[in-house]
């Protein structure tokens, strides 16, 4: 059994690694990921090994990088494209939108255009205005697209795999601030499907749901919890579309209670679908009302107030409290 | 609007001198020496032949002249000349205490812009007091020129604000890091001068990489069409990151403009006199309604991008050497020495100065607040909106919630 200990970039660039060695279809492209090996390092030393041909310093334009992602995808590649950081994806969000998402579709299902587009996202960085974002529910929202995220090293590097041999193109957003944090990664498992949600933690009283880097957050809520004798389960949604309503619902129906945590803003977010769809299911297994937690409707603070602005510990128990009140 | 409209058609007044008069002001200080070494190709363009780059001071600091661009500076004083060589010298002292900051842990990340002044001042003083500057991220001495108060520029890459000044006050737009996006604002900021029949001009700075982004082909496009009185101002520092900039261009930046209709210039961008002149010639351009310009300032980014970059990844430190010798300062500091224009009481006096910008800076950083957690709920819209209302109150309550110590509760549990 190949079990390492990985920080979540490595676990990528581990899974870049492989997927460029298992096809010679599958090529990485975008600004930095070259010589540099990205400005967080993900694709570190993939250029070196794999040659300009496959790992491919990209001039500074977005959209031309999805544009022509759309091409080699047309041609037979799989492009696995990386937007810099969150808040630079929308010159290329045209193309995104209008043309990658609707292709299949438009075609007939006649043709495919399997591109991976890796986004670093989300704050807790403290970075200028424009790399903290969470625009996940902007991508949600288009048909033809999926959208995924992992939590940790495992996810990392088995869910980029099977984005990569998906035909559909997908939204592979990478929790920037749970890049250093390290967790085990075995190459021999047999990982869950990748639009499977997953239970991270066992619980009674209430279920928290997150994705990306808020379970973590959760996790830690959840032990908080526990030493007052609360019983929180944290599901890890894992993929944001499609969700996985049915394990979600299991764990609302079995603890009557429902949480959804997320980064980005509440207000028209994917807790709201989450929500939504949870009361449509499951309305007389619920003691209280599906609770959000997330950001405000505001544009992505400062730093120096990003935790104000980022949902913590204490936010996420203090709707713990409201929806054991009810 | 109807006035607006019909002012559009009226043509534009010719240059007759703005409110204030920029750096140049008076007779000619600066003689003649050398012949025309504009047509003199740049030995360290990218590769195959090098295109002629526009120099008025040689790397040693020898005045060349240029039939062509000798005349936007025929009026520069010694005195002008004392005044651009203080801007560089203070702008490199203010970031240089701002990479320091930075590595105090005072700012969260500072782009320098050490080895661009010359560009930087020589552009920035060409404008006039209602000339409007669309910056990108870097152009700490553009807004030197522009009078902003440096210490206003600190503030976002401290994390207490995503701007931090009033773009009117100046008419010096705030940073704008969206790689491109600035050069279609100042299109159409200029557009709108246009329209007005003013001849004001606007001047939009973009790095080498930019020129990929689709806005910046938008903007040329605009630009070329309407006539604009906008004036691209490409700061090619060789660099996007650990990208050259031959992974953007197959051709030299300037040729670029060209294809859209408009000239395009290369100055030798470590030449603060070149990039006066060019930039003074690409502003007159504008204002007599002979619409946009390109220009290239050749240069080099002597620092990492950004204060979390490691230029050593990408790139030799032989190339930096080599730039090393081609210093604006140093360059223009030779000059004034040769010409007599400055003494040692003047150096020694702009040292001490720089010095006290140091401090002032240090300490105005340090002393910055944290905003208000509140603060997060202020200027989101104009004209208020319901949601933000309620989410505002509940944050609040939350936050008060937390203010159980009874020096919290005497305040009325008012939260830090
Ligand atoms: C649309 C967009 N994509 C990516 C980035 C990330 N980024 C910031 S600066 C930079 C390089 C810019 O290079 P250049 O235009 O040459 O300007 P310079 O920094 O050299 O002055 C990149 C890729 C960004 N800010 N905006």
Known sequence: ?326 | MTVESTAARTPRRASSGGKRTSASAKSAGASAKKSASAKKPAKDAGAGAQPELVQLLTPEGERVESPEYDKYVADVTPEDLRVLYRDMVMTRRFDAEAVTLQRQGELGLWPSLLGQEAAQVGSGRATREDDYVFPTYREHGVAWCRGVDPTLLLGMFRGVNNGGWDPNSNNFHLYTIVIGSQTLHATGYAMGIAKDGADSAVVAYLGDGATSQGDVAEAFTFAAVYNSPVVFFCQNNQWAISEPTEKQSRVPLYQRAQGYGFPGVRVDGNDVLACLAVSKWALERARTGEGPSLVEAFTYRMGAHTTSDDPSRYRRDEEREAWEAKDPIKRLRAYLEAEGHADEAFFAELDAESETLGKRVREVVRSMPDPEPMSIFENIYADGHALVDEERAEFAAYQASFADAPADAATGGEVK
């Open chain 1, 1 to 326: 059994m190949a079990v390492k200990k990985l920080p979540v970039a490595k676990a990528i660039n581990e899974s870049l690694r492989t997927a460029l060695e298992a096809d010679p279809k599958v090529v990485v492209m975008g600004e930095d990921v070259g010589k540099l090996g990205g400005v967080f390092r993900v694709t570190d030393g993939l250029q070196k090994d794999f040659g300009d041909d496959r790992v491919i310093d990209t001039p500074l334009a977005e959209s031309g990088i999805i544009g022509t992602a759309i091409g080699l995808a047309l041609r037979g590649y799989r492009p696995v494209a990386e937007i810099q950081f969150d808040g630079f994806v929308f010159p290329a969000y045209d193309q995104i939108v209008t043309q990658l998402a609707k292709m299949y579709a438009r075609s007939l299902g006649k043709i495919k255009v399997p591109v991976v587009i890796r986004i670093p996202y989300g704050g807790g960085i403290g970075a200028v205005e424009h790399h903290s974002e969470s625009p996940e529910a902007l991508f949600a929202h288009v048909a033809g697209l999926k959208v995924v995220s992992p939590s940790n090293s495992s996810d990392a590097y088995w869910m980029l795999q099977q984005a990569i041999q998906s035909d559909d193109p997908v939204i592979f957003f990478e929790p920037k601030r749970r890049y250093w944090e390290k967790g085990e990664v075995n190459t021999d498992a047999i990982p869950d499907p990748l639009h499977k949600a997953s239970v991270a933690r066992e619980g009674t009283d209430a279920t928290l749901v997150a994705y990306g880097p808020m379970v973590r957050t959760c996790l830690e809520a959840a032990a908080a919890a526990a030493e007052e004798g609360k019983s929180l389960e944290v599901v890890d949604l894992r993929s944001i579309s499609p969700i996985d309503f049915d394990t979600v619902q299991a764990s609302a129906e079995k603890t009557g209670r429902l949480i959804v945590v997320h980064e980005a803003p509440v207000f028209f977010g994917a807790g709201a679908e989450i929500a939504a769809r949870i009361t449509e299911r499951s309305f007389y297994h619920l003691e209280a009302p599906v609770l959000r937690v997330g950001g405000f409707h505001s544009p992505y603070p400062p730093a120096r107030v990003e935790e104000d602005y980022l949902p913590g510990l204490d936010r996420v128990l203090d709707a713990v409290d409201r929806s054991l009140a009810y």
